[in-house]
């Protein structure tokens, strides 16, 4: 069987992107999608999925005409009979499914800047009459033109509970939930080194100010921060803000190796992620799949994967004053048994694994026929 999978960029990777490079390996799959980056693409791993990559046209790097542009060249993209099944993995590539069918969308959210995030944008971000109304009237736009393209997907797989309740809430559809891939047998757990990981993008629903707050207060401890960013204006002036005035006891980690970064989980202490309702989150299972503990808020998909107690500490209503504290209980913790969390955590992760992932889409796939 023939498959293509669409997906908006290729240019930064994050969990998304793992997840679109991981189905064009393990499904022998065609990528299509706009921008993409040979060696970041490598650096993590997939230099044999690159010669199935192809470009259907180049998109600018800043909002809106980003977003606009891939939106109008999948929605233009008719492949008519060249593959017998398509795979919608990136949520601005949904137009995809106009004309290219049978199809089933794989998303990681509904576009949060239309969506769940659209409130917290208009207030923290716009700040004038004329900024507000601009992004309203795109926003009115968008959403109309996203629902109807929606309209299009055969089927609906999702990466979380957290997202199956948002497509229902703003989209009025079914999705079934299928959890991102981990590819266990990649990670290791080694002798910590003292240092404290994290791992995300620095956007600001990623909320990494509240990590800067808890490292300030204490000096002692130290924090490794593996953060890439898009270089667009909306995202490259919080991203300068935060390394300008990260803590002297955190550094600040950009485009490593899939190699690195797996040592880096391999002999941390333990993982922390702060982001605003996430979608899933790939990383505390790739942190518990090194026998980690992970520190994370008690919202969105970071309570579909960390058992509170087990395999770390969910914090709700986080802030940098109970994120402390969760980190001094840890290490009064692993002082006493340094392998309090270990088993518990690799045998988490492995309930995420690669081949749980494609096993269930390949069901999805056969049932569509």
């Known amino acids: ?95 995809g499914a106009v004309n290219n069918k049978p199809n089933l969308w794989y998303s990681h959210s509904p576009v949060r800047e239309l969506f769940d995030l659209y409130s917290h944008i208009r207030k923290t971000f716009l700040t004038n009459f004329i900024s507000r109304a601009s992004y309203d009237l795109w926003v009115y ?13 055969q089927q609906i797989a999702c990466n979380s509970q957290n997202v199956q309740q948002r497509i229902k809430r703003f989209l009025g559809r079914s999705a079934i939930v299928i959890n991102p891939p981990i590819e266990n047998k990649k990670y290791s757990c080694k002798k910590s080194r003292g240092y404290w990981l994290s791992v995300n993008r620095l956007y600001y629903h990623k909320r990494i100010e509240m990590q800067w707050d808890a490292f300030s207060s204490l000096p002692h401890e130290r924090l490794i921060v593996v953060g890439c960013y898009e270089p667009s204006i909306q995202f490259e002036e919080y991203a300068t803000r935060m390394i300008r005035t990260k803590p002297k006891n955190v550094t600040v980690l950009s ?21 605003q309702d ?11 799949a090194s026998g980690k503990p992970v520190i994370a808020a008690n919202e969105g998909g970071y309570k579909e994967t960390v058992i509170n107690g087990k395999t770390g500490i969910l914090i709700g209503d986080i802030n940098s004053a109970k994120l402390i504290h969760a980190i001094e209980k840890i290490n009064m913790q692993l002082e006493k048994n340094p392998d309090k969390y270990t088993d518990a955590c690799l045998q988490r992760a492995k309930e995420f694994d690669t081949q749980v992932f494609i096993r269930k889409i390949k069901k999805r796939i056969k049932t569509s026929h």
């Open 1 to 95: 069987m023939k498959i293509a999978v669409f997906h908006n960029y290729l240019e930064h990777i994050g969990g998304a992107e793992i997840v679109v490079l991981t189905l064009a390996r393990e499904l022998h799959a065609d990528v299509y999608t706009t921008n993409y980056d040979k060696q970041k693409i490598r650096a993590m791993g997939f230099a044999d999925v690159l010669p199935r990559i192809i470009s259907i046209g180049k998109v600018p790097i800043n909002a809106p005409l980003r977003q606009q542009l891939t939106l109008f060249y999948f929605r233009r993209l008719n492949l008519g009979r060249k593959y017998d099944y398509y795979i919608i993995a990136g949520d601005w590539a949904i137009s």
């Open 141 to 153: 736009y968008y959403r109309f033109l996203y629902r109807r393209y929606v309209a299009h997907a």
């Open 278 to 288: 996430e979608d899933f989150g790939m990383t505390p299972v790739e942190a518990m």
């Open 255 to 275: 485009w490593i190796t899939d190699e690195k970064l797996r040592k880096l989980y391999a002999h941390c202490k333990g993982f922390i992620t702060t982001a």
